[in-house]
């Protein structure tokens, strides 16, 4: 099935304490990407990576950090968490090949106390 | 500049009733079409989706939208709602730069059926 996974699904954490959000994705797709969602915001891009070793920012970068050492992982690391960054966290993998259409993962819901 | 604009944050609408979700866009060039539903506590899924040819897409769950060039549209419909159409819908466009593509999301519309 072809699937985008994402853990942990939930996390409470304190500020500074560095966490990472893992992404897998086993579709083969070039591009992936992070989004954080927020009421009345809708879905905003953190990074996006469109190969292997390539990444780059999105709309809203300040105090993350990503990596692509694989086709199919795309982590998402969160150096000194603070409060701000409170959200949900959607990874997402795309299709070049129908239009971009873009498969999520469930999210992760990240709480920073 | 690209954008996307949901006019509705929010819809409530009796069940069996028809439902209409806006989604307007501007592009100065040309673009795929979107939408996504967020049922609770789930990530996003394809609803449907205009590449090209017939303006009128039909999606997953009884949905349709229909592609209106002239006025940037991509409105969603459905005839007849039920409670399990309860749900937030994201309305996206993708387009094409130099290397890459642009997506940019709505700010969703929340669908609420009531019984």
């Known amino acids: 099935e072809a699937q985008v ?12 304490k560095k966490l ?3 992404c897998s994705q086993n579709m ?11 009421p009345g915001l809708g879905l905003r891009q ?22 692509r050492k694989e086709k199919r992982n795309f982590p998402l690391i969160l150096e000194s968490p603070s409060p701000n960054q409170t959200s949900l966290y959607f990874c997402a993998s795309r299709d070049k090949a129908s239009g971009n259409t873009i498969y999520f993962g469930e999210g992760s819901w990240l709480t920073v106390v | 500049a690209q954008s996307v604009t949901q006019l509705d944050s929010q819809v409530p609408v009796f069940e069996e009733a028809p439902v209409e979700l806006r989604c307007n866009y501007s592009s100065s060039v040309s673009v795929y079409l979107f939408w996504y539903v967020q049922y609770p506590n789930q990530g996003l899924q394809l609803l449907l989706k205009y590449l090209s040819g017939s303006t009128l897409v039909k999606g997953i769950n009884g949905f349709e939208a229909e592609f209106n ?16 159409d309860t749900a937030e819908y994201f309305c996206a466009v993708s387009y094409a730069l130099p290397g890459t593509y642009k997506y940019i999301f709505g700010t969703g519309t929340r669908l609420k059926v009531l019984a």
């Open chain 1, 28 to 38: 083969n797709h070039e591009y992936m990407s992070w989004y954080r969602q927020d």
């Open chain 1, 5 to 16: 996974t994402q853990n942990p699904r939930y996390l409470i954490t304190v500020t500074g």
């Open chain 1, 20 to 22: 990472t959000v893992t």
């Open chain 2, 69 to 84: 060039k002239s006025q940037t549209s991509f409105h969603l419909r459905k005839p007849s709602v039920h409670i399990s």
């Open chain 1, 46 to 67: 953190i990074y996006y990576s469109m190969n292997v070793e390539v990444t780059d920012k999105g709309d809203v970068p300040e105090g993350y950090k990503v990596s």
